[in-house]
């Protein structure tokens, strides 16, 4: 590790940019402050807009990369490790690469619905993704070396306190179809939920007496709604029943950080992602239904293994564990 400099770009916006400073952060903790250099996306593109006397997206995007170009030369940087959503062209990254720095990519987000990654994926020494399927049949085909990395729990540097268990079930995430199907099905079934996240306004019917904030809700906030309720849902966007790619939200970790029991869909990637957590896991509405049933009327809550699944989160699934993955993968190239 000596001698090397690490330089990190933040996506200027949303939980991409989220994920990006706890990487960051876990970052600087690991290697010191004095070898890693962080590039804020979002500094440079909004001081770039308010610059352009007509609003050019292209160009502000362009002028953001000439000032990383030059910040990342200057520091004279052994490896780029680029955040999903950060607007780096695939120029730069030819650019970086002419100069024998090793770039990479840890793609957080939903590749069938950010498909930015196909048009800068070739520039990459590295790509590191939260999902399988077309992200690593291209790599491969690409010859470009695919690593498959989960995101982390965010919320573990809060301070756990023990509360009253008030809701029987807490979900934090956008709405959809599939997900608003589920969550009625247990406000029908009598139990008592929470729910909080961005777009709730837009939903009207059973469940607006369960919201409890229909805006992006923050980490304290995430943390607080987690500690209050006995069971914590994964639920993902769409029905992933006919898909092999889907990826394991960071929920899965902050339910597990703040003492709540996990129920989460059965898909692919939970075990290889959490495979020493004790959690139920199922496969339709009906089955979440029963099980949750049974789980209210049976479980005891001071079960140890929810101190467990806990200090498991803490030992293996935080960002420092992410970083040091990411730091041992690239160094032995």
């Given amino acids: ?9 933040l996506p200027p916006e949303g939980a991409a940019r989220t994920v990006a400073l706890h990487t960051a952060e876990a970052f600087e903790k690991r290697l010191g402050s004095d070898t890693v250099k962080v590039f804020d996306s979002a500094t440079y593109y909004k001081a770039y807009s308010a610059m352009l006397r007509t609003p050019d997206d292209t160009m502000a995007v362009d002028l953001l990369n000439q000032s990383l170009a030059v910040a990342c030369l200057d520091f004279e940087t052994s490896y780029c490790f680029v955040s999903a959503l950060s607007p780096v062209t695939l120029f730069t990254l030819n650019l970086l690469r002419k100069y024998s720095i090793t770039t990479m990519h840890w793609f957080s987000e939903d590749f069938h619905k950010a498909q930015y990654w196909k048009q800068v994926l070739s520039g990459y020494d590295h790509f590191f993704a939260i999902q399988k399927g077309e992200v690593e049949t291209t790599c491969q085909q690409m010859r470009i ?5 989960s995101t982390a729990s965010t919320l573990a540097s809060l301070p756990f306190r023990n509360e009253e268990r008030f809701y029987d ?6 709405p959809s179809s599939y997900r608003i199907g589920f969550l009625e099905s247990f406000v029908q079934q009598g139990f008592r939920l929470c729910i909080a996240g961005s777009g709730w306004n837009q939903y009207h019917g059973i469940l607006d007496s369960s919201i409890v904030k229909n805006t992006w809700i923050n980490e304290e906030e995430s943390f607080d709604l987690f500690l209050k309720s006995k069971v914590g849902l994964n639920l993902s966007f769409d029905d992933p029943s006919h898909r092999s790619d889907v990826h394991i939200s960071p929920r899965v970790y902050d339910i597990c950080t703040a003492g709540c029991y996990l129920f989460s869909e059965n898909v692919p ?3 290889e992602a959490f495979p020493d957590v004790e959690a139920t896991l199922f496969g339709n509405v009906s089955d979440a239904v029963s099980q949750l049933k049974a789980f209210l009327t049976g479980r005891d809550f001071s079960d140890s293994h929810l101190e467990k699944n806990r200090e498991y989160v803490l030992n293996s699934h935080m960002y420092a564990n992410r970083v040091d993955s990411i730091i041992a993968t690239v ?3």
């Fill in 269 to 271: 990637l939970f075990r």
């Fill in 169 to 174: 079930v807490a979900f934090i995430g956008l």
């Fill in 331 to 333: 160094m032995k190239q």
């Fill in 1 to 9: 590790m000596k001698n090397t400099r690490w330089f990190l770009v």
């Fill in 145 to 149: 070396p695919f690593h498959y990395l």
